[in-house]
Nanobody, 119 residues
Framework: QVQLVESGGGLVQPGGSLRLSCAAS????????MGWSRQAPGKQRELVAG???????NYADSVKGRFSISRDNAKNTVYLQMNSLKPEDTAVYYC?????????????WGQGTQVTVSS
């Protein structure tokens, strides 16, 4: 079966950094666009970063310049490096996979990992 398993979340102080990982199985990872979305309580889910099969990345304005998405096709893993974290980054972060392009919408989702930015 298809599985996307996130890890790396936790509690961090404002200004700190975290790296999230998402290990994929059950898909031909290299042909999928991968993304990271987040959802805070009472808010809509927001796509914060995406990367296509060619390694082209895009970011939401809210995280641009602070977050970096990357992928390692040999490991079937996508990463989200989060720097200069702010309290408003607090959310459950979800890994997702889309066929071809994320413009078509994700087909698969991970279970999420909690990121809390607080002093």
């Amino acid at each position: 079966q298809v599985q996307l398993v996130e890890s790396g979340g936790g509690l961090v102080q404002p200004g700190g950094s975290l790296r999230l990982s998402c290990a994929a199985s059950g898909i031909n990872f290299s042909i999928y666009a991968m993304g990271w979305s987040r959802q805070a309580p009472g808010k809509q889910r927001e796509l914060v970063a995406g990367i296509d099969s060619g390694g082209n990345a895009n970011y939401a304005d809210s995280v641009k310049g602070r977050f970096s998405i990357s992928r390692d096709n040999a490991k079937n893993t996508v990463y989200l490096q989060m720097n200069s974290l702010k309290p408003e980054d607090t959310a459950v972060y979800y890994c997702s996979a889309a066929f071809g392009t994320m413009r078509n919408g994700p087909r698969y989702w991970g279970q999420g990992t909690q990121v809390t930015v607080s002093s």
